[in-house]
């Protein structure tokens, strides 16, 4: 396989994009000439990042880092820049006079899951299902907000503002093509990042959301390769959509009344060629002890998992009844109501078997999300914790005598509550998680959520003001 300064060479790369990503999960970059990347710098690091201005990453006396390539991320990027040639890598942050990686550093949790996982004989495969809306206009006013705050969503596709077919909320769910409007955009995301990014998507197509709400689905891979395509996906699916004039969101509940977008992950563990999820002789779903113990796992530490799988103060309006999204610790094999499904499209296929976790958003972190999710299920496996029944009911519809029945937890209900449940339950995160990672992150969440919480929104006003 050529080498990143082979590529640099052989498609004359003008100029190198270093991605890498803070804790809160959003995508950030800086650019440098190519020709001033060598050996020593791909070995040593590229001295261009202040973390002092990375939240997260550092103090303002000590802020001095490097970015360390990861050469197997390098791509050449599919557009030009005022006719040049740029590339694109993912990179690791690093410490400066050679003090190590930086201990808040996402990417170096799902590196350390991968070595952790091979160290016990593990190999785990985790894809994902990317739901986000594309909006032809957004605009925010919140410069006084004192006195003045609002915002106005557009779209061809939404029921207020309708150019062509009548459509309702809810209803977008697999439309075809003479009501999906962004049908010409989802294709072309999802071949560019199969053709430039390498990213392979098993599937595209309009999600239930009615205002342009799409879905496309990641192939498994390893999770830190999973996480780096899904940071590409939205990078890529913002890029294609300034080019068409239009705008992605990944907010997990951006419009009252339909359906908010999910990150579904889907998971399973193998040992050499042996899928460790599957047992043909289990009549209910073809799922081994080794499953259940795992979804005992993500069932039990659900509530802490939430502060990382559904990190913002919007996620919580997603996780509400009627809208599909789980608000339930249960367990099933087809029920969308349930926090974990397994999917059971055809039997006698080892290789298909997997655990489904419903409850994270686009917000989250996949570099912590998905080490989160993994490392929950086998504490689970250590511990042998056993799931209880599975739940074939929808949940939603369920009395609180049914739910005790059950012994089925709900989810928290905002942000503040998850992050409290993480603070105190934490220790199956640890062998991957580091106490800087973990603090350093409940603490900009809880300040995020008391922050946001203070605000009265138009609906507070209208509810309240007369009483």
Do not use: C
């Not at 503040?416 to 603090?439: M, T």
């Amino acid at each position: 396989m050529a080498s990143m300064l082979d590529k640099i060479r052989e498609f004359n790369v003008d100029w190198v994009e270093l991605h890498f990503t803070d804790l809160y999960g959003r995508l950030k970059m800086t650019m440098v000439p190519a020709d001033t990347i060598d050996e020593d710098s791909i070995k040593g690091g590229i001295p261009k990042l202040d973390g002092s201005s990375v939240t997260g990453f550092g103090r303002i006396e000590f802020s001095d880092l490097n970015l360390l390539p990861d050469e197997d991320t390098f791509v050449i990027l599919p557009w030009r820049v005022d006719g040049d040639v740029v590339g694109r890598v993912y990179n690791y942050v690093y410490k400066s006079l050679g003090l190590g990686p930086l201990e808040v550093d996402p990417r170096q949790v799902a590196k350390k899951l991968v070595e952790y996982l091979s160290n016990k004989g593990f190999k785990a495969y985790s894809g994902l299902e990317a739901e986000y809306y594309v909006l032809k206009d957004v605009k925010v006013d919140v410069s006084q907000p004192y006195f003045k705050m609002s915002y106005m969503i557009d779209s061809p596709e939404a029921p207020w503002n309708q150019d062509g077919y009548p459509t309702s909320f809810k209803d977008g769910y697999y439309t075809s093509l003479h009501t999906d409007s962004i049908y010409e955009y989802r294709y072309k995301v999802a071949s560019l990042l199969k053709k430039s990014f390498g990213v392979d998507s098993t599937a595209h197509h309009h999600e239930v959301g009615v205002v342009a709400q799409m879905e496309i689905d990641i192939k498994h891979s390893d999770p830190l390769r999973t996480a780096d395509n899904y940071m590409t996906l939205k990078y890529v699916a913002r890029k294609v959509a300034q080019d068409y004039g239009l705008l992605a969101t990944f907010m997990p509940k951006p419009i009252f009344g339909d359906n908010g977008s999910g990150l579904h992950t889907h998971i399973s563990i193998w040992r050499d060629n042996d899928n460790l999820f599957y047992d043909p002789d289990d009549e209910y779903a073809e799922l081994s002890q080794f499953a259940r113990y795992f979804i005992g796992g993500l069932l039990e530490h659900g509530r802490s998992l939430s502060a990382i799988v559904s990190p913002t103060v919007n996620s919580y309006k997603r996780l509400v009844p009627g809208y599909e999204a789980p608000i339930f610790l249960a367990w099933s094999r087809g029920n969308r109501s349930s926090a974990v499904r397994v999917p059971v499209y055809r039997r006698g296929r080892p290789w298909e078997k997997r655990i489904e976790y419903r409850p994270p958003d686009p917000l989250a972190n996949p570099y912590l999300a998905i080490p989160a999710i993994i490392m929950a299920g086998l504490d689970g496996v250590k511990k042998k914790i056993e799931p209880g029944d599975p739940v074939d009911k929808d949940i939603y519809h369920l009395s609180d005598s049914e739910l005790r029945k059950y012994n089925i937890r709900s989810l928290p209900r905002d942000l503040y509550e998850a992050v409290e449940e993480l603070g105190s339950d934490n220790d199956y995160l640890r062998p991957v998680f580091n106490s800087e990672v973990l603090d350093t992150f409940m603490e900009i969440k809880r300040r995020e959520f008391l922050e946001l919480n203070q605000y009265p929104t138009p609906v507070e006003l209208h509810r309240y003001f007369s009483y």
